[in-house]
């Protein structure tokens, strides 16, 4: 792979979407929802404003949630959390197929994105405005599709079947590297276990990656579904984070 110092973050995003968007999933997807394409806007914004030049950090997510980037199109995008504390707001259409249980209401949306709420939340609490936090730190996702079954059931993608789960790791895979290589990180980070295994076995199988010196660790996701994040999640992802020597 080439040395992606040149690339712009952006293009990079509308890459990954046309390859991801071409993608051929069997049951038990019926679903699956690309906000990079129908909420290209907000998102374009977001890497725009805040993906420019090298970063000390890169936190890594598993996929888009349901009421969260589906909305979006931002990581973690908790509405109020996208509006108020990134400062973006843009046109969102809809997916080519919708299942009725799974709206897009874009910015309309309601309904809190509670791993988003945590996250950005704790963000937040450390920095003084967004602009101080991306000036060092982004904020991505492993994989940017969001997959549902027939009866709208949200799909992650370890539960994909092997040949499809194959193909879409390949793919995010590629991604993963040419986004390291765009930002530059020191520290990648996995939000969740998912994704911190994917960032291992993704660079840990690659002989340029793993002379790159980059420093990779995993931090609790901020899931209300898992009882370790909702007991004292902030606290536990600061000590680790702490002790990893990402934050003071």
Not at 5 to 27: C, M, N, Q, Y
Not at 74 to 82: E, H, L, Y
């Amino acid at each position: 792979m080439k040395d992606g110092t040149d690339a712009i973050p952006a293009d990079v995003s509308r890459e990954f979407s046309k390859a991801a968007g071409a993608l051929h999933l069997s049951s038990p997807v019926a679903y699956i929802y690309n906000p990079l394409e129908y909420a290209w806007e907000p998102h374009e914004a977001y890497m725009n404003r805040y993906a420019g030049g090298g970063k000390r950090v890169l936190f890594m997510g598993m996929n888009p949630g349901p009421w969260g980037m589906v909305q979006n199109g931002i990581p973690f995008g908790d509405t109020v959390s996208v509006k108020e504390w990134l400062h973006i707001e843009g046109h969102v259409d809809q997916p080519r197929t919708t299942h009725p249980k799974r709206p897009v209401l874009g910015f309309a949306c309601g309904r809190r994105e509670q791993s988003g709420k945590r996250l950005w939340g704790l963000v937040s609490e450390r920095f003084r405005n967004a602009e101080i936090f991306f000036k060092s730190h982004f904020v991505g996702n492993y994989c940017p599709l969001a997959f549902f079954d027939t009866d709208g059931k949200n799909i992650t993608p370890d539960k994909l079947c092997k040949k499809d789960r194959e193909s879409l790791f390949d793919l995010c895979d590629f991604f993963l590297k040419k986004t390291i290589l765009t930002l530059r990180p020191c520290y990648i980070i996995g939000i969740g276990v998912f994704a911190e295994k994917r960032i291992r076995d993704s660079l840990g199988k690659d002989d340029f990656f793993k002379k790159g010196g980059y420093i990779i660790g995993g931090i609790l996701h901020p899931s209300p579904a898992s009882p370790k994040a909702n007991a004292g999640w902030a606290g536990k992802v600061v000590r680790k984070l702490k002790d990893m020597g990402v934050w003071e």
